[in-house]
């Protein structure tokens, strides 16, 4: 029988290359789950005859059922219609590519069926790395990154058997689209502007992380999670061509990278076939004309929400689901024109030195967290 998989976020730019890898690998999807993109849900729906699709939106949902009542597909609503697609028992394994915080309880929900869950919602790990991770080993459940850094790092320790062998991990980061600019160089940037990601096609939110650099900051905290490893142990370096995905260094000074052409149908792929390497549809790396590669420090003075971060991961606790909190209120405030690019880091800084950190947090204790850093920055 074919590998069956249920999508938590079919329609934004992961879960619609999940299901070109589905399509491609000869997989099913059993499943889907979106926020609000009626259309193309409807398209997904029609194309991959998925037992259920469920819309977060209810109106959108309302929507969606009208417009599918000639198929079999039955559509659910609001977050219950989510977590169904998140526990189906026809799928083995569940894509977790919902934006933000707001997916952290559909990815429980698939951890608590021991589905095996191809990971590309950072912000779970960021906000309830141990928990999550805990909950995975309880109920028998497989976390495989997708995010292509930490597919690389989960690439380049595949032969490590013994984790005291390990100097360190380093994250590979574009640098973004402002690279090279000095903290005055960034006070007009428009949002268009932040958009305009050199290598990777990704979502707004995503693609704004990326141009603060948070995004590597919230990578570093994924990762520390993922690997067991703290926060000293991870380096960032500025690699602009996107080539090499990530390295890690071992205690003898033998660096191992992965590399291949910026695609994240790569990672998504391998997160579903692991241990099974299958052709697939990523494009190939054209070593003979990529160009030369580059490696740099990143500019934590220009881009203080990677130093945010970073300060985060060493102080532990709730610091993360309050890092991520702050930072998703402000990047929405941006996206809607109501907040200045620099103002981001800004926002995000008050709400880690004003919201208390707890240590050792419950589910509740991290809910809370990620609520009073969006209260504190919404209301400042
Ligand atoms: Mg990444």
């Not at 417009?67 to 026809?90: F, H, K, M």
């Not at 390990?166 to 903290?183: A, D, E, N, Q, W």
Request: charged share 20%; with cysteine.
């Amino acid at each position: 029988m074919s590998q069956r998989v249920t999508i938590l976020g079919s329609t934004g730019s992961i879960g619609r290359q999940s299901l070109e890898v589905i399509a491609a690998c000869g997989m099913e999807a059993a499943a889907l789950a979106a926020n609000s993109s009626v259309k193309l849900m409807e398209e997904q729906a029609r194309r991959f005859k998925p037992a259920i699709a469920a819309l977060a939106d209810e109106k959108a949902a309302a929507d969606l059922r009208v417009r599918l009542a000639d198929t079999n597909v039955q559509v659910l609503s609001g977050l219950e219609g989510v977590l169904e697609v998140a526990v189906i028992p026809d799928a083995d394994t569940a894509i977790a590519a919902l934006v933000g915080m707001a997916g952290l309880r559909p990815t429980l929900a698939s951890i608590r069926e021991g589905k095996r869950v191809c990971l590309a919602n950072k912000e779970t790990l960021v906000c309830a790395g141990p928990l999550v991770l805990e909950e995975a080993k309880d109920y028998g459940a497989k976390i495989y990154p997708v995010d292509s850094e930490h597919s690389a790092l989960f690439q380049c320790l595949e032969a490590n058997r013994d984790r005291g062998e390990v100097k360190r991990l380093i994250l590979t980061c574009s640098g973004g689209p402002f690279y090279g600019r000095k903290r005055e160089g960034l006070a007009g940037v428009t949002v268009e502007d932040a958009l305009r990601h050199p290598n990777w096609s990704m979502g707004a939110k995503i693609t704004v992380d990326s141009a603060t650099l948070m995004n590597k900051g919230l990578e570093v905290i994924e990762a520390m999670h993922l690997y067991h490893m703290p926060a000293e142990k991870i380096s960032v370096v500025v690699h602009r061509e996107s080539i090499i995905h990530s390295l890690v260094e071992y205690c003898d000074n033998a660096m191992i990278a992965q590399l291949g052409a910026p695609d994240m149908r790569l990672p998504i792929q391998y997160a579903l076939t692991y241990p099974k390497r299958v052709p697939g549809p990523s494009s190939p790396l054209d070593l003979w004309n990529c160009g030369p590669l580059t490696f740099g420090a990143p500019d934590l003075e220009a881009f203080p929400c990677l130093a945010l971060a970073l300060e985060a991961a060493k102080t532990g606790g709730t610091a993360g689901a309050i890092l991520n909190g702050a930072n998703e209120v402000a990047v929405s405030q941006f996206l809607r024109g109501k907040l200045g690019f620099l103002e981001i880091a800004g926002k995000v800084e008050r709400a880690l030195s004003q919201v208390k950190v707890v240590q050792e947090p419950s589910l509740t204790d991290i809910l809370e967290a990620d609520q009073a850093a969006r209260e504190l920055v919404g209301s400042i």
